[in-house]
């Protein structure tokens, strides 16, 4: 009785997560067809896959637009950030979790802190114009309020992972001779790097993707624009076009996809200890 | 020299963020509170100290009222939905079934993408696909553009955000579930507790921190909704999708109201907040003693 029930039960688990699963699939699925598809075989059937490996639609956008560039300011942006964040972030957070008993950096900590409750919108304006001021509205500009941005949540989450390393280790070190500088880099940097891979996933997944602050800094010279940027301009040009507008989200798509494919336990686990600790 | 170096070297690890954040978090922060009592148009040379008179129109401006109705309601059904769905597929991945690392993976896929790219995908298929589709089923409602209908277009920006919304969510509740000990489980099976009241006797409280942490994300995405709706239908048909995101973005960068744009942001900074406290409140109720 308890047998055929639990039975019942796994039969159902799985027809909702297959449904689900296809939920999820499905605008993917239309993404890649029409993509390959002519015109006019899309308007014959949208759901029918294409009759041959067409390709033109992704040929026609990359001589349409300068896709190249596109690509390659979203990896300058994000990998230079990343860079930036991988050591900043870490350095600041190790000099609070050190030091907890002086006021400057007490001080330090609420300061950071205090970013998490103030939504972006509040300081979008402002920045913006400052921003203009400095001569700062490029990539450079973009950059820096990314590394800025990711300070918030970032020494948030190190100093409380610091609280869990033990002072022994280092005291040995200094005891031993080692300078600051070699003792952070040589022992407490290494066992910072579960933190660290968090602290890069999910920086990486949201400066990847982020669309409002390439539109406020870059929006205006398309030598500058990351693939966001491109996809929102090409749908205004070509939306009646769909697909040279659907091999564009796919182009767009791709970079991301093959990541995730290579590392998503990665990914998975990064973001989980990520929110667990904070 | 070396040994200065040494002694200072902590103090140096926190020069470069300081700078950082002081010049571009904090000092705009203070200029936005500043020109919200001013009347500049964000050009101009001249501007006057108003006061808080943009405070008060903003309070009696319906455009904002309406806004502030929209975004609201739609949080509120954002987090509703997203808590729903994801406690309930998480329940469903963490359970002993074949194929769970795979389902896994692909629920939790959309998290990946850009929230632009999804948008425009739905976009099409909002506009191409549904009515298509609707048409050879004979449903009324799907068989003309969802997105252009005033009524319905905000739902239809909800769902895609829930599509895409759901997936961190899930995995969070898996590795919440994931942490109620066996053992709790199996004392309170012998003491002959039902499943139901496993669930909310034993695993619940366990749950309660993380669903926090949901709770407090999914708020800030749907009071700061922008992406989706510019991707879909930019405020429209008509003001009927015109999110406080939108409103904001669309007074400093269209309609040269850089001190009124800010002052709206002032207002949701204070609705966030108070959101946020009592939420808090609420919920410390629940939480493991």
Redesign the interface.
């Known amino acids: 009785m308890m047998n055929l029930r639990s039975q019942v039960g796994?039969i159902a688990?799985?027809f909702?997560?297959a449904f689900?699963?296809i939920?999820?699939?499905f605008?993917l699925y239309?993404?890649v067809i029409v993509a390959m598809k002519t015109p006019a075989e899309s308007a014959q059937s949208?759901f029918a896959l294409p009759s041959s490996f067409y390709l033109e639609n992704f040929k026609e956008v990359i001589n349409r637009v300068n896709f190249g560039t596109y690509v390659m300011n979203s990896v300058i942006i994000t990998g230079i950030s990343l860079i930036l964040i991988t050591y900043?972030?870490p350095?600041?957070s190790?000099?609070?979790s050190?030091?907890s008993d002086k006021k400057?950096?007490k001080f330090?900590l609420i300061?950071?802190t205090l970013?998490i409750?103030?939504?972006?919108?509040?300081?979008?304006?402002?920045?913006?114009?400052?921003m203009t001021q400095f001569h700062l509205l490029n990539i450079t500009g973009l950059i820096?309020?990314y590394?800025?941005?990711s300070?918030?949540q970032g020494?948030f989450l190190f100093v409380g992972y610091l609280r869990t390393i033990p002072y022994e280790l280092e005291e040995a070190a200094y005891m031993d001779g080692s300078?600051?500088?070699g003792t952070?880099n040589k022992i407490i940097f290494p066992l910072l790097r579960p933190m660290t891979a968090t602290l890069l996933i999910m920086n990486a997944?949201w400066i990847?993707?982020?669309?409002?602050l390439p539109?406020?800094m870059l929006n205006k010279s398309p030598k500058f624009w990351t693939?966001?940027l491109f996809?929102?301009n090409f749908?205004s040009q070509y939306s009646f076009d769909?697909n040279l507008?659907?091999a564009s989200?796919l182009m767009?798509?791709v970079p991301?996809?093959i990541?995730?494919i290579f590392t998503?336990r990665h990914?998975?686990a990064g973001?989980?200890n990520g929110?667990?600790k904070? | 020299m070396k040994t200065l170096l040494?002694k200072h070297?902590?103090?140096l690890?926190?020069v470069?963020?300081?700078v950082?954040?002081t010049i571009?978090?904090?000092?705009?922060?203070f200029?936005?509170l500043y020109?919200s009592l001013t009347d500049w148009d964000?050009f101009s040379k001249d501007y006057d100290f108003v006061g808080l008179s943009n405070f008060i129109e903003v309070m009696k401006d319906e455009q904002i009222r309406n806004s502030l109705t929209f975004t609201t309601r739609y949080t509120v059904l954002l987090v509703f939905f997203t808590v729903i769905i994801s406690l309930f597929?998480a329940l469903?991945?963490n359970?002993k079934?074949r194929l769970r690392t795979f389902?896994?993976?692909?629920?939790?896929?959309?998290?990946?993408?850009?929230?632009?790219?999804?948008g425009?995908?739905?976009?099409?298929?909002f506009y191409?696909?549904l009515p298509?589709m609707g048409k050879g089923l004979n449903i009324e409602f799907l068989s003309v553009n969802i997105l252009a209908s005033p009524t319905l277009a905000q739902f239809g920006i909800l769902s895609v955000n829930i599509?895409q919304g759901v997936s961190?969510p899930t995995?969070?509740f898996i590795?919440?579930l994931q942490s109620v000990p066996a053992e709790l489980i199996e004392a309170a099976k012998i003491d002959g507790a039902t499943a139901v009241q496993r669930f909310r006797n034993v695993v619940i409280p366990y749950l309660i921190p993380?669903m926090n942490?949901i709770i407090i994300i999914t708020l800030?995405n749907g009071?700061?909704l922008?992406?989706y709706v510019?991707?879909m239908t930019d405020g429209g048909p008509g003001r009927a999708t015109e999110s406080?995101?939108i409103l904001?973005?669309n007074y400093?960068?269209e309609e040269l109201k850089?001190s009124y744009?800010?002052t709206v942001?002032?207002v949701?900074?204070f609705i966030?907040?108070g959101i946020?406290i009592i939420q808090l409140k609420w919920s410390s109720k629940f939480e493991v003693k």
């Open positions: 796994n688990t799985y909702i997560l689900g699963a939920l999820i699939f605008p239309l993404t949208f900043f972030v350095m600041v190790y000099s609070i050190r030091n400057y950096y330090l300061y950071f970013g409750f103030i939504p972006f919108q509040v300081i979008m304006i402002p920045v913006a114009k400052m820096i309020l590394v800025t941005f300070l918030i020494v300078t600051v500088w952070y997944l990847w993707n982020d669309f409002l539109l406020i693939l966001q996809q929102y749908k769909y507008a659907f989200f767009s798509m991301i996809m990541v995730y998503q990914i998975i973001l989980t929110a667990v904070s | 040494n070297t902590l103090f690890f926190t470069p963020a300081f950082l954040y571009f978090f904090i000092s705009p922060m200029n936005g020109y964000g597929l469903l991945l359970s079934i389902f896994r993976s692909v629920y939790f896929f959309p998290a990946v993408l850009s929230l632009l790219t999804v425009l995908i739905f976009n099409q298929i191409q696909v298509f599509w961190i995995i969070l590795a919440a993380v942490i800030k009071l700061t922008f992406d510019k991707a406080i995101g904001i973005y400093a960068f850089f744009g800010i942001s002032i949701l900074f966030m907040g946020s």
